[in-house]
């Protein structure tokens, strides 16, 4: 078992910063692929961002490319997801989630992820 807890989010005005965090514990492995994914009210998840294990491949959404920043801190068992120029439409329950493999499908496919954290709320006021 994994155990995902994301943590960073709030409230913040249109155009400010955050740095979103899922530390991992329990059956923890570097080797894991890990993303971000959102979901806003009314609306279905969506794929955010994405980083192997090595972070040598990282995915982002189109919507967020060049705002948002994914790393991960392997000695940490954590990842992070840096947020720029936030927008309104940004405002969404923020998940993290970890892709435990051996064959990694494609990174934006919720599918492929076998463990999820509860969500962070990140709310962006106009």
């Known amino acids: 078992q994994v155990q995902l807890i994301e943590s960073g989010g709030g409230l913040v005005q249109a155009g400010g910063s955050l740095r979103l965090s899922c530390a991992a514990s329990?059956?923890?492995?570097?080797?894991?692929?890990m993303g971000w994914f959102r979901q806003a009210p009314g609306k279905e998840r969506e794929f955010v961002a994405a980083i192997s294990w090595s972070s040598g491949n990282i995915y982002y959404a189109v919507f967020v490319k060049g705002r948002f920043t994914i790393s991960r801190d392997n000695a940490k068992n954590t990842v992070y997801l840096q947020m720029n120029s936030l927008k309104p439409e940004d405002t969404a329950v923020y998940y993290c989630?970890?892709?435990?493999?051996?064959?990694?499908?494609?990174?934006?496919?919720?599918?492929?992820?076998?463990?999820w954290g509860q969500g962070t709320q990140v709310t962006v006021s106009s």
């Open positions: 989630a970890a892709d435990t493999g051996p064959v990694y499908g494609p990174a934006h496919l919720g599918d492929e992820y076998d463990y």
């Open positions: 329990g059956r923890t492995s570097s080797n894991y692929r």
